[in-house]
């Protein structure tokens, strides 16, 4: 019998310009990387900077300077910026079909309700759905997910650490799909992009492995290509922490105006040699 063969993979590292990229984004930039070119693929760097403010104007260039020095090679597409036009063709697509509706309350109103947590805090408990909200306040569009789960049925995807998996999307509740202060969510446009892209291998922590069941669940609504996935183990910091942006973790761009060796310390992180206080980890 003749097994059939996977055509070359499309991956892709999407960072935000936020902040600055530290060893965590590194790691996840070199996996993508190395994953397309064992496999003959094409690996792409994409920008999402639809964040308004936060979106600061000179990170997409110490960021093509970062993974130079780490001496990766990658194709750019378009920024998300570059896209909106797409994310509110979805939207209201979506909202056509009674899946979203508007929401006005604020995150101390959800709490105050009482929700249970989630993936990313607080899961909404549906007030805007069981009543019409105030038009005049600024509003979201949430996703109805019962609703959504129901039309799409049983939906599947593969990851190729975890195997096989059954899309499950209900620990986010009803999220926002569309936000009051941006064109879209991380949820709507990073899936929108992935398949705009012909990205077939998308690769991320494992910190975002409950956010593929519900960009699984997207792609179905959405009638787009699905790809596989690879959920890699993280990087952690001396506390056991996840590297991340907001809790200083040190940039690359400080390393290498240091004079660092970039490729050196790309050799080390595929050899699993991390520097004091860091270790891989799966979340």
Request: hydrophobic share 40%.
């Amino acid at each position: 019998m003749v097994v059939p063969t996977r055509p070359p993979p499309v991956t892709r590292f999407a960072p935000s310009p936020n902040g600055s990229l530290h060893l965590g984004h590194a790691w996840s930039a070199i996996v993508a990387h190395d994953l397309a070119a064992e496999r003959g693929g094409r690996f792409l760097l994409r920008i999402e900077d639809i964040d308004g403010a936060r979106s600061l104007a000179d990170k997409p260039d110490e960021f093509r300077r970062d993974l130079e020095w780490l001496g990766l090679e990658w194709e750019e597409v378009p920024a998300q910026s570059t896209r909106l036009a797409s994310y509110e063709d979805a939207a209201r697509a979506l909202l056509a079909r009674g899946l979203l509706y508007r929401c006005t309350c604020t995150r101390r109103e959800i709490e105050e309700a009482g929700a249970l947590i989630g993936p990313e805090g607080p899961v909404y408990p549906g007030t805007c759905r069981h009543r019409p909200p105030d038009a005049a306040r600024p509003a979201a569009l949430r996703l109805d997910l019962a609703r959504a789960i129901f039309e799409a049925g049983d939906v599947v995807w593969e990851d190729e650490v975890r195997g096989a998996q059954r899309a499950d999307p209900r620990a986010f509740g009803d999220v926002v799909l569309v936000r009051k202060d941006a064109p879209a969510s991380y949820h709507l446009a990073t899936t929108l992009d992935d398949a705009a892209d012909g990205v077939t291998l998308v690769t991320r922590g494992a910190d975002l492995f409950t956010a593929s069941h519900l960009h699984r669940l997207l792609q179905a609504l959405l009638g787009l290509p699905v790809p596989r996935w690879h959920h890699h183990a993280l990087l952690i910091d001396e506390t056991g922490a996840k590297l991340a942006k907001r809790r200083g973790s040190p940039s690359l761009a400080m390393r290498r105006e240091a004079g660092e060796d970039g490729r050196a310390l790309a050799t080390r992180l595929r050899a699993a040699q991390f520097p004091a206080g860091i270790a891989l980890a799966t979340a």
